[in-house]
T-cell receptor, first 114, second 114 residues
Framework: KNQVEQSPQSLIILEGKNCTLQ??????????LRWYKQDTGRGPVSLTI?????NTKSNGRYTATLDADTKQSSLHITASQLSDSASYIC?????????????FGRGTQLTVWP | EADIYQTPRYLVIGTGKKITLECSQT?????MYWYQQDPGMELHLIHY???????EKGDLSSESTVSRIRTEHFPLTLESARPSHTSQYLC?????????????FGPGTRLTVL
């Protein structure tokens, strides 16, 4: 069964600190992995995308890593800001469908305190 | 920010009412999707469309129906709302090109059925 598991479920950090969010998946055949940021009451917005051959991708203070062998990904946030408070969702696509079926994790709820 | 819109953003209605959630996109995307998301849970695909006059049911069984008469418009209808329909509904769209493409999400409609 295709699944995406994220940890931790929630995380509280102080402004300016770094943090790392984890994602493990069993989706096969793998196509790509995206990290989305979802602010409260809003739709998800894509932060990064990685394909099978990529193992690191950065977008400003966000750096995602991918280990396709162990089927793990992480999202590292550097020098956190209050606006980083949101749910971060790991989303994996498979190569098996023309629809581009997405498999969603439940997200990590990040809260940044001043 | 993606050019995909949903109305209303919030809706509180009584049991038995008929409702239509609107979704429009101005990106010319052929593929459109409806997801249901409960707090702290992953997004579940309930409907999708490859283009005009194409509608398919998603992974999660839903009593709602959809239509796709115009490329830019993908409304979702509940004939008789029940408290179990209380949830957040997210609309998304993506390009038709082969393989999984980035899905752009609307801001969502939070539905509460009393």
């Amino acid at each position: 069964k295709n699944q995406v598991e994220q940890s931790p479920q929630s995380l509280i950090i102080l402004e300016g600190k770094n943090c790392t969010l984890q994602c493990n998946y069993t989706v096969s055949p793998f196509s790509n992995l995206r990290w989305y940021k979802q602010d409260t009451g809003r739709g998800p917005v894509s932060l990064t995308i990685m394909t099978f051959s990529e193992n690191t991708k950065s977008n400003g203070r966000y750096t995602a890593t991918l280990d396709a062998d162990t089927k793990q990904s992480s999202l590292h946030i550097t020098a956190s800001q209050l606006s980083d408070s949101a749910s971060y969702i790991c989303v994996v696509s498979d190569r098996g469908s023309t629809l581009g079926r997405l498999y969603f994790g439940r997200g990590t709820q990040l809260t940044v305190w001043p | 920010e993606a050019d995909i819109y949903q109305t209303p953003r919030y809706l509180v209605i009584g049991t038995g009412k008929k409702i239509t959630l609107e979704c429009s996109q101005t990106m010319g995307h052929d593929k459109m999707y409806w997801y249901q998301q409960d707090p702290g849970m992953e997004l579940h695909l309930i409907h999708y469309s490859y283009g005009v006059n194409s509608t398919e049911k998603g992974d999660l069984s839903s009593e709602s129906t959809v239509s796709r008469i115009r490329t830019e418009h993908f409304p979702l209808t509940l004939e008789s709302a029940r408290p179990s329909h209380t949830s957040q509904y997210l609309c998304a769209s993506s390009e038709m090109s082969a393989g999984p493409n980035e899905q752009f999400f609307g801001p969502g409609t939070r539905l509460t059925v009393l």
